[in-house]
């Protein structure tokens, strides 16, 4: 089978006016900082022992995904994150990019090896202590101890400060008794709680002297070595799922169950022996955020397992599309290649775009998240921002990584459904991005709320009138912005021709402008009408909140997408070879100009573009960009580096093209030789029978 | 566990002023004209033996799914469609209804029966005369002979017109010679090849005294009673695939295999003793199109079942969301019932209404197949106006299912992604929905092309001005409309009342006219800027036409929305209780701005609303619409009619019910008792750790 992605590909000399994309250059520029980290694990990625074969059992999937765990341990991939104390590099970013990258051999591989090192493990190092490190993170890293993430519980997901699992203090034995005091408070989808698991941290309520502290986290043995549960614990298997079903998740329940008084993981909240509670941080609210807080690298991981996912998909796709040939409408006898047609352009390029924007967005919430986790930069205001930044990201490109996966299937037709070309797996596998580690539509809320929260404070005290003028003013206001712009307001009676409607949105500012407009305009707007909820019951309050949640979440989207462009801008200015810049704006541009396409009732119900302008867009992504971009389909995928030993998939590989070129062989001889039989006539005049 | 679904359910009391739901009656006009065959469909389906065990292998799956035909044939489900000549009873209309209802049970029996009855059957009794129906159909019948239908190739899908197969005939021995040239001309993903069939229609070039006379079908025996391959045929299994893997799909290849003469399947091409070739449709692709047109049952069957499982999935999610709570904004102590919330409503209500239209639309487009199959309006427009009908619903309602399956499993949260609450594995099978039976692009850009030729014909001859003008007129042109209506002008300018913008667009008239000018005035332009295609060389006309290909999509799409808007609408005006038409009509309501919000950026565009209206009616649908149709959730789905048994997932049979009325009964008397812990005072003034 012949690979057909050609690494060192370039435009062919007839063309060599049009830009050539230096594939290796913009290679590693994906690549990004990790990519050492990246590289070694998608090297083991490669190897058969790391793959999943599709058609197991959901019994031999799981016991494959644990020896797969223990290869992980002998590799000494795991010890990237934890502290050197016990023998880590603390070398957070790092450690999440080479996970990412587990998502291409399996996404139970990836999501297993994050239940057992990015929940459970990193839960024993960011809320316990020293003591507790040196206890456990060895055997968590050794996998001596497979153990389990008790957080979620079948009634309650989303908010997690109201699980019901109590931990009582008990003076007299100096114990915590972890219980379950009614079946919607059994922690439930937990990975590793159904076979593996041997502890688990536990999310309970900490009561101590009558008081309720809140949520804290508990180190609670739960099965013995033989894998029989504890006394007091139970559980059930949660069977079969949609897919990640090389996961043993399940559920777990405590009855009075003990524990010492030590195993309360007590880096932000600890209970003396006598009981007194105590915690570096007096808010009750603002310590539970902080400790869910360092949780947060769940959900950059499945952010960048999605760009991961999407490369893949697209990856195969318009390898696909590039030689699957259907109808000669250009021809009398060679088939058009499918990627030719409008529509199949108009369904992957554009999300190609989106995944070069996911993928550059990833970059900026990675380092991030590296530079909190370090400690290089760690305020109040950054984990605020590490923390605003998954909600908006997360949840973008996990909903996108379903969507592109989708359209690949289908774009791959029948030979997108087999399990061999892997995109339907993979989709099945990735349907509950969506809603673990966060729930998309709630985190979206939490965007929203900071962004209202932001705007708020800006205008503190300010009346009515004052939010108007705001509203009113804020088409030449450019505080998210890092450059001065000129005013849109010629936009709104701009009549001219459509190469100056044009003009103008392709200018990076201009998109810029228009994608920041809009989401402060939808902040402004829902500010002003949220302006008196303060002063209302709680209940009215609330629904008052509530008939604007629509819009609330179409803001925090909007504000991901800004995000997402501007990562993208600003890695093209980056960029210093003038070909791949010159694509790879055109691709930013397909990106930003398709967000406002996409948005164009919101720009033209509040005047910010024309109806022409409008046009004008489609017209320009349609007649300029996909037939530009389409003769770089292939690079623009070759860069994403991906082995075919990685991309797996037969019809990705040359299966397709093979067949292909054999049937026109076929024809042509036929042709040649005159042995074709010679077609019906149809008859001079058409008959109607 | 409870039923939660109240068949005889009406709105309380104490609302008596608000409308009332009938829901026996609504139940009663959903189940349609073949209520009795649905509802005998949907016992069986009720039945354990016919329902899939989820996490059976493909090979267990397999094996069950051809049990479960056996089951079917001794329950006389498969005699409906065929001629009374062999023992049927010639109701194609009945018949598709209770195959559809199979998907309750398994999707992959619904397909596997469809493969066996609908395809290889149909195109025995469609493409065959009646020696074939004597001879074969009655071991079809009663599955003695499991058949594939081999059309499809691993080289072509779509273009079935360019497949490579060859049946060539030879003269000396009266026998036909079909043969697979090469390896793209494999008979591909046909299910019953991979195990179970022992015979196979074979679409192949018919080719005698060397003229190709196009793709004809032919009745091939491919295995023996052991199920080995007869000489000269071979193939291979397709192996696992995203979904359906209770069917044996595969693939067959030919090697010179000899038939005898009499095996073409010959009512629209026959070929004598001597080789000389006949058809009663002298126009060789009109032929083709005829004969492929009465294979159309599997786009009815799929439109049908995309409507069964969008049913099956609002019930699931709508009952849950009515159950599950999360988050206390409105009270202290009692959390929200999920679809209290905005979002919720925005992510449901809006896909029940369009199930409602497609429901409604299904029943148009089934009594239209059963008119033209059991001839009672059969003419030439009849067939076109049917298959138009079907690749314009299909499309949508394929793509629908698998939206709103997943918004229903994102809705459900952790739980909508467990096997047994369904979701998940409905979704992974109706996948394919939307590319077997004709890829959904493809079909609507069949519809383009008849909304073209349509269009083309009323203006035969017309020069560009007239084209122009017409594109300036159609304002007020009704054609497609069944009542005269006033103008649209006024609504360019309307800057008066949010209420009087609003009360414009509630009126069905005002809708029908602003979806009907939509479909119109995209088609005129498109035609505007292919008018010069005819002249162009092919190559030219190829790009013109390619360029506008995306448009054309778009508009045959809103053709179908269209008419699922007119089916909707029909069926409340006939609905006689108020209460119901009251509740329907709000619903329709709903689809119908849903759409035009949908398309808001096209209508303002061209002038056809203005921007306050634009928003006026996202303020209805969010202040009114949802908060109105919210309490008739239930109702509505109830409506749907199907049992526990047949919803199957616990999520919505109460279990999630008994969870939170558990929960919220234990903290009652912990607060009623005083037993329960105080919560941690929040420290008087917030302290920054």
Chains 1, 2 share one sequence.
């Not at 800006?458 to 009515?464: L, Q, Y």
């Not at 307001?489 to 001219?496: E, K, P």
């Not at 949220?530 to 803001?555: C, T, V, W």
């Not at 860069?639 to 049937?663: H, T």
């Amino acid at each position: 089978m012949s690979q057909t992605i050609d690494r060192t590909s370039k435009v062919p000399a007839a063309q060599q006016e049009k830009p050539v994309v230096d594939v290796a250059a913009l290679g590693e520029r994906l690549m990004g900082r990790w990519a050492a980290e990246r590289r070694a694990s998608r090297e083991l990625a490669a190897t058969p022992a790391m793959q999943r074969i599709p058609g197991q059992t959901m019994a031999e999937h799981r016991e494959r995904v644990l020896e797969q765990l223990k290869i992980l341990v002998e590799h000494k991939s795991v010890h990237k994150a934890f502290p050197k104390s016990v023998g880590g590099l603390e070398d957070a970013g790092g450690n999440i990019a080479q996970f990412e990258e587990l998502l291409l051999a399996d996404p139970s591989l990836q999501i297993k090896s994050g239940v057992q090192w990015g929940l459970f493990g990193a839960a024993v190092m960011h809320l316990g202590t020293e003591k507790h490190h040196t206890k456990w993170l060895p055997g968590i890293m050794s996998l001596e101890i497979p153990g389990a993430f008790a957080m979620t519980e079948t009634g309650h997901g989303s908010d997690v400060s109201a699980v019901g699992t109590t931990a009582t203090y008990d003076e007299s034995t100096q114990e915590f008794v972890i219980h379950t005091p009614f079946r919607a408070a059994w922690k439930d989808y937990l990975g590793n709680a159904a076979l593996h698991g041997e502890a688990a941290v536990v999310f309970a309520q900490l009561i101590t002297k009558g008081v309720n502290h809140g949520v804290h986290a508990f180190y609670v043995d739960i099965r013995d070595k033989d894998k029989n549960f504890l006394p007091g614990i139970g559980g059930e298997d949660d069977g079969l799922k949609g897919g990640l079903n090389g996961i043993d998740n399940g559920r777990l329940h405590f009855t009075n169950v003990r524990i010492p008084r030590e195993n309360l993981l007590n880096r932000y909240g600890d209970v003396a022996e006598d009981g007194t509670y105590s915690s570096p941080i007096a808010s009750p609210g603002r310590r539970f955020f902080t400790m869910l807080g360092t949780l947060v690298q769940g959900r950059v991981s499945l952010d960048g397992a999605s760009v991961v996912a999407s490369k893949l998909a697209l990856t195969i796709a318009l390898s696909y599309g590039s030689q699957r040939r259907q109808f000669t409408a250009a021809s009398d006898t060679e088939e058009e290649v499918i990627l030719d047609y409008q529509r199949h352009q108009r369904r992957l390029l554009p999300r190609l775009a989106e995944t070069y924007a996911m993928s550059f967005a990833h970059d900026v919430f990675l380092e991030k998240f590296d530079a909190v986790f370090t400690g290089r930069a760690d305020t109040d205001e950054d984990r605020q921002d590490l923390e605003t930044l998954a909600a908006a990201l997360k949840p973008l490109s996990t909903w996108a990584a379903l969507d592109i996966l989708q359209e690949a299937r289908e774009a791959c037709g029948g030979n997108g459904f087999l399990a061999e070309n892997r995109l339907t797996l993979l989709r099945a596998d990735m349907d509950i991005y969506a809603t673990f580690e966060g729930d998309n539509n709630v985190l979206l809320q939490l965007v929203a709320k900071r962004l209202l929260t932001d705007y708020s404070k800006k205008f503190a005290g300010a009346d009515a009138g004052a939010l108007a003028q705001y509203v009113a003013g804020q088409v030449g206001d450019a505080t998210l912005n890092r450059t001065g712009l000129r005013k849109l307001a010629q936009s709104i009676v701009d009549f001219g021709s459509t190469a100056r409607s044009v003009g103008y949105v392709r200018d990076a500012d201009a998109q810029r402008q228009l994608l920041t407009d809009r989401v402060q305009s939808m902040i402004a707007e829902i500010a002003g009408r949220l302006r008196d909820a303060g002063k209302l019951p709680k209940m009215e309050a609330a629904q008052l909140f509530n008939s604007n949640q629509n819009a609330l979440i179409e803001a925090a989207r909007a504000h991901g997408e800004l995000l997402q462009w501007e990562a993208f801008t600003e890695a093209v200015e980056g960029i210093e070879d003038a070909g791949t810049r010159q694509v790879l704006t055109w691709l930013r541009d397909l990106f930003g100009l398709g967000l406002i396409e996409k948005h164009a009732a919101w720009y033209l119900i509040h005047g910010r573009i024309s109806a022409q302008r409008a046009q004008a867009i489609t017209s320009y992504i349609d007649d300029r960009l996909l037939p530009r971009l389409r003769e770089y389909a292939l690079p623009l995928v070759a860069a994403f580096e991906l082995s075919p030993e990685l991309i797996g998939a037969p019809i990705a590989l040359g299966a397709e093209k093979e067949r292909q070129d054999e049937a026109m062989l076929y024809y042509r001889e036929q042709r040649e030789s005159g042995t074709a039989p010679i077609a019906e006539k149809a008859p001079a005049k058409p008959v109607r029978a």
